[in-house]
């Protein structure tokens, strides 16, 4: 059983910073990649930004240069720093983490259930 737990979604005003926070935990053999995804009311949901073991993140064009994805390997941690928010960053932010449960190498997408961001004056 894997479970993925976000933290760190809230209210906050546009130009201001939010830290989220998602722990992989439970049978965990290997990671090979955590990020985030988010959906707004209305919309699909989208990739936000994805980290891979030991590599360097991946952006969407939309959060490029305001939002930064890091990762603790150690405590299958990964984090997203969003700063300079704007209103449409507003969604449920989603974790998600690629990884081997098994041990058979056979790696699947494991998802959080979900953290309100909501960016308004």
């Known amino acids: 059983q894997v479970q993925l737990v976000e933290s760190g979604g809230g209210l906050v005003q546009p130009g201001g910073s939010l830290r989220l926070s998602c722990a992989a935990s439970?049978?965990?053999?290997?990671?090979?990649?955590m990020g985030w995804y988010r959906q707004a009311p209305g919309k699909q949901r989208e990739l936000v930004a994805t980290i891979p073991s030991g590599g360097s993140g991946n952006y969407a064009e939309s959060v490029k240069g305001r939002f930064t994805i890091s990762r603790d390997n150690a405590k299958n941690t990964v984090y997203l720093q969003m700063n300079s928010l704007k209103p449409e960053d507003t969604a449920v932010y989603y974790c998600?983490?690629?990884?081997?449960?098994?041990?058979?190498?056979?790696?699947?997408?494991?998802w959080g259930q979900g953290t309100q961001v909501t960016v308004s004056s």
């Open positions: 439970g049978s965990i053999f290997s990671i090979y990649a």
């Open positions: 998600n983490a690629v990884l081997d449960a098994s041990g058979s190498l056979h790696f699947k997408d494991y």
